[in-house]
């Protein structure tokens, strides 16, 4: 019985860690545990904002409604994200991870696939949460 509870305690352990999340040509096909899946409803925006800035998506993009995010080098470089809340949350982390994401833009012969930085589910979750509320996170 010892035995069993531990090897469940482990394999609870070993589920429960973040789960990279991969963009474009960088995307798993490997199945995502659900017990480490934070929902949607759970984002944070505050958190969404400091998980933005810490993948570097402020080097391309800027957010309209936060005017203090600060601004990386190639700001201007993506589209403008704004009015991100028409979108559904789940709808809009399709939109952030899809292997289409960036492919119209081109900047340095790159896309977005090129430059973004593997985030784990929560920062997904909270990125979603901090675009379509970013004043939240601003104020």
Same mark, same amino acid.
């Given at each position: 019985?010892?035995?069993?509870?531990?090897?469940?305690f482990?394999a609870?352990?070993?589920?429960?860690?973040?789960?990279?999340?991969?963009?474009?040509?960088?995307?798993?096909?490997?199945?995502?545990?659900?017990?480490?899946n934070?929902?949607?409803?759970?984002?944070?925006?505050?958190?969404?904002?400091?998980?933005?800035?810490? #993948?570097?998506?402020?080097?391309?993009?800027?957010?309209?409604?936060?005017?203090?995010?600060?601004?990386?080098?190639?700001?201007?470089?993506?589209?403008?994200?704004?009015?991100?809340?028409?979108?559904?949350?789940?709808?809009? #982390?399709?939109?952030?991870?899809?292997?289409?994401?960036?492919?119209?833009?081109?900047?340095?012969?790159?896309?977005?696939?090129?430059?973004?930085?593997?985030?784990? #589910?929560?920062?997904?979750?909270?990125?979603?949460?901090?675009?379509?509320?970013?004043?939240? #996170?601003?104020?």
């Amino acid at each position: 019985m010892r035995r069993f509870l531990a090897l469940c305690f482990l394999a609870f352990t070993y589920c429960s860690t973040p789960i990279p999340v991969r963009f474009g040509a960088h995307q798993s096909t490997a199945p995502v545990i659900a017990i480490s899946n934070p929902t949607f409803m759970e984002g944070n925006a505050i958190a969404g904002r400091r998980a933005f800035i810490d #993948a570097q998506c402020i080097d391309c993009h800027r957010v309209g409604e936060d005017p203090r995010l600060p601004a990386g080098p190639r700001s201007i470089a993506g589209p403008l994200l704004e009015g991100m809340d028409r979108y559904e949350a789940r709808e809009l #982390a399709r939109r952030i991870t899809s292997r289409e994401a960036g492919s119209s833009e081109e900047l340095f012969n790159r896309t977005m696939k090129d430059y973004a930085q593997p985030i784990t #589910a929560r920062q997904l979750v909270d990125i979603v949460a901090y675009l379509r509320n970013p004043k939240r #996170a601003a104020a």
